[in-house]
Nanobody
């Protein structure tokens, strides 16, 4: 059974930075595509970024491109989301997710339904 645990959230002023981590226990993390999603109060969950398992291609939502960077260290079973130039509208609970059998590969990386394993999330609050 794969378990994902996020860490690194917190309160930061606008323009600041945070680095989120997503650590996996169990399963075969190195063979999973990983995505970060976020959900703000009263809003639907939205895709933030994704990274493939083998070639480590990265994908971003337009609203975070150039400000956020997704990466992974398969030896540590951990994925990261480096967030810079944070804005109040980035405030949300950020969750990481992992797929199996390459379900989220290709054009499916931004679709939450293709990810099987989810963490509980970490709160990111950006003050103005």
């Amino acid at each position: 059974q794969v378990q994902l645990v996020e860490s690194g959230g917190g309160l930061v002023q606008a323009g600041g930075s945070l680095r989120l981590s997503c650590t996996s226990s169990g399963g075969m993390f190195s063979q999973s595509n990983v995505g970060w999603f976020r959900q703000a109060p009263g809003k639907e969950r939205e895709f933030v970024a994704a990274i493939t398992h083998e070639d480590q291609f990265t994908y971003y939502h337009a609203s975070v491109e150039g400000r956020f960077t997704i990466s992974r260290d398969n030896a540590k079973n951990t994925a990261y989301l480096q967030m810079s130039s944070l804005r109040p509208e980035d405030t949300a609970v950020y969750s990481c997710a992992a797929d199996a059998d390459n379900r989220a590969y290709g054009g499916r990386y931004s679709i939450a339904g293709y990810y099987i394993y989810w963490g509980l999330g970490t709160q990111v609050t950006v003050s103005s």
